[in-house]
């Protein structure tokens, strides 16, 4: 399965953040699953957040689900924005969500729901997606 693998990335740890998604990315290959982040991509290509987030919405159309990592209560524009848009073009919606975070209705959207504690955590049961 192609799965794009969305999060918040304004305001986070950018090294930080790159390092987990190779994690979550390896995980995925792993198990046969062909991932794509925009983390991937070299940011100077764009001018904006919006030709950003228009390119994400590019790549979506070619993959079959769509991977949001939450990490925070923190609410992210684009993430939002790749989640409605994932789920109008009928994409698998899987949702990766720390489990402290409460205060959003992402759950009752996915198709699937991982909680995790730690980026280990994530790390282990995002390898079980099949």
């Excluded at 764009?46 to 939450?70: I, M, R, S, T, Y």
């Amino acid at each position: 399965m192609k799965i794009f693998i969305g999060q918040r990335v304004t305001g986070e740890d950018i090294e930080n953040l790159k390092k987990e998604t190779e994690q979550i990315a390896n995980a995925l290959e792993k198990k046969g699953h062909e991932p794509y982040s925009t983390m991937e991509e070299d940011e100077s290509q764009f001018e904006n957040a919006g030709d950003w987030v228009k390119h994400a919405f590019k790549q979506l159309d070619e993959h079959d689900a769509f991977l949001a990592v939450v990490r925070s209560e923190d609410k992210s524009e684009g993430l939002l924005m790749e989640v409605g848009y994932a789920l109008s073009k009928g994409l698998k919606f899987i949702l990766a969500i720390q489990e402290d975070v409460k205060n959003t209705y992402l759950r009752d959207m996915a198709d699937r729901v991982i909680e995790f504690k730690d980026v280990d955590d994530l790390i282990n049961k995002v390898g079980r997606i099949k």
